[in-house]
């Protein structure tokens, strides 16, 4: 992952004549952090050694911002490469900050409330002296949420002797979060699906989006699509797809994934693999799941007209080429 966000950057350098030097230090980052560290599960028996990651890209805008992933397979150069992506984002809106992303090597689905707490202290007291207001806000990513948030302001704030609230964002309002942040995320991925199909002419009111990860960002963009007047005709989460041609009740999934916490059993639509919503006939496709989902395997059975982000790499740059070749925004 870090070769794709390391090529894309270069690829994007050359088109751009940016300054060698510029360019040769974008490529790395500033600092980077790997932490081990002994979990003791609920047993009280077992014991495990839990690797955690905290890397800073660039400095040189401000304090560095990015979120914490929870992955039985997270990895240093998976961070990097988020790390950077973050840099991208700050710098083309110019927001005042550079990129960092975190990462603890653990499946939270396999955790208790309880273990998941520990983890999540353990490793903020290992990464303290990196983070902080002025220094790097950490945020949710995969497998993390408002309360592991909560938690890491909780522990920061005891080693100060003092709250701190603005040492993370992505926090419960009550603990000084920001209103609508949940769902800014999907929100803006429409957003900029709206005002791209206007662009390049497509109609947004009927327009049939399929989104691939039906998680915090792929829901609430779906919500926002139906909303508009979009018809959703395929979602998909970590284990299944449905697919609808005549349109998905978003609605209805929505509720039913909050009771069931996934989209296997609703009746509303027909099943499928989550690669398989990739390829549903579609004007907006977007990947809202995880990295290198659209690739040179793939990209030649992509049936959209405009393909939108919602996942930190989700094509892969071979792919890029071939969806630019078929005329695929």
Request: proline share 5%; with cysteine; aromatic share 6%.
């Amino acid at each position: 992952m870090y070769r794709m966000a390391v090529a894309q950057l270069d690829n994007t350098a050359q088109h751009m004549g940016l300054d060698a030097n510029v360019w040769e230090r974008l490529r790395t980052p500033q600092r980077a952090q790997v932490v081990s560290f002994p979990f003791r599960r609920d047993d009280y028996r077992t014991v495990e050694t839990v690797f955690g990651y905290r890397v800073q890209h660039l400095l040189t805008m401000g304090p560095t911002k990015g979120g914490i992933r929870f992955d039985e397979d997270v990895n240093m150069g998976e961070v990097t490469a988020l790390a950077m992506w973050m840099s991208w984002k700050c710098a083309i809106i110019g927001v005042p900050f550079g990129g960092a992303k975190g990462g603890v090597r653990i499946d939270p689905s396999t955790l208790s409330r309880a273990e998941l707490q520990r983890v999540t202290r353990r490793y903020t007291m290992e990464i303290i002296d990196t983070i902080g207001p002025d220094r790097d806000i950490p945020a949710p990513d995969l497998g993390t949420s408002e309360r592991v948030m909560a938690w890491i302001m909780d522990t920061y704030s005891q080693h100060k002797g003092y709250t701190v609230p603005a040492v993370v964002t992505g926090k419960p309002v009550h603990l000084g979060g920001s209103l609508g942040r949940k769902e800014a995320t999907g929100r803006g991925v429409f957003i900029c699906a709206r005002d791209a199909a206007q662009r390049y002419g497509i109609p947004i009111e009927g327009a049939r989006i399929a989104i691939q990860g039906f998680g915090q960002v792929g829901a609430a963009a779906a919500r926002a699509a139906h909303v508009a007047g979009c018809k959703v005709v395929a979602v998909s989460d970590v284990r299944s797809g449905l697919h609808n041609s005549s349109g998905l009740d978003v609605d209805a999934v929505d509720e039913w994934v909050q009771g069931s916490g996934f989209l296997e059993g609703f009746a509303g639509g027909d099943r499928c693999t989550p690669g398989e919503v990739l390829e549903v006939p579609c004007d907006i496709l977007i990947p809202a799941a995880i990295q290198q989902q659209i690739t040179e395997r793939n990209a030649h059975r992509i049936d959209c007209r405009l393909v939108v982000e919602g996942a930190n790499g989700p094509t892969t740059l071979e792919a890029d080429a071939i969806l630019r070749e078929r005329g695929i925004r």
